[in-house]
Each structure stands twice: as C-alpha cells, then as structure tokens.
Nanobody
C-alpha cells in the first residue's frame, strides 16, 4: 500500500483544515488507518485512527471534539477534518496503515506510512 497525504497549509487559530490521504493497492479496506503528527523537536504522536469499516474510532485526548477521522473504502481515501485549530496543532501530519490498532502504541503496528503534509496554525 502506498499512501499520499495532502491538504495541509497555513491557517489562523480557530480555523479548519481537511487532510486527505490517498491509498493505492487493492487491500486498502483491510487496513486500520491512522493519522500521526510530528512537530519540530518533538516525537511523533498519535492523532487518530479508525477500523477497517470505520465503525471504531480512536482519538488522542488533545484532539477529541475538534478532529474527525473518516474513510471511504470505495475511493481508498482517509480524511481528517480538523476544526478549532490551535497553534499547538502545528506539525507535519502523516497517514499510516496497519493490520490492527494497538492502543498502547498505535504507531508501532503501522506497516505503511505516507509522506507528511505540513499544517501550520498561526496565533
């Protein structure tokens, strides 16, 4: 599976962005998909993930109530709607895919990673 994230940009605090992740390959619907982010000088952190059918959703506490993850298996796409953005949301955002979700360390079980898309939130 190859993944390509897009949709990043510069936005003012309180604004919104929608990230998209396009996947190639015929097995997209069999993967848990997730979004992660990494700010300069910081470790990569989990943002959100969803199950193969989209019935189970997972969010980091820092984005609950503000971000919404979704997927369209027919289009092989994953989305991250980000509302009420804060300067601390500034980071490179990466989409990733794996066979299952591991709550203790979501990134550890992701097998496929796309290149990041930069999100910058100005105050």
């Amino acid at each position: 599976v190859q993944l390509q994230a897009s949709g990043g940009g510069l936005v003012q605090a309180g604004g919104s962005l929608r990230l998209s992740c396009a996947a190639s390959g015929s097995t997209f619907s069999s993967y848990v998909m997730g979004w992660f982010r990494q700010a300069p000088g910081k470790e990569r952190e989990f943002v959100s993930a969803l199950s193969q059918t989209g019935s189970r959703l997972y969010y980091a506490d820092s984005v609950k109530g503000r971000f919404t993850i979704s997927r369209d298996n027919g289009k092989k796409m994953v989305y991250l709607q980000m509302n009420s953005l804060k300067p601390e949301d500034t980071a490179a955002y990466y989409c990733a895919g794996g066979s299952y979700y591991y709550n203790q360390n979501p990134s550890a079980v992701m097998d496929y990673w796309g290149k990041g898309t930069q999100v910058t939130v100005s105050s």
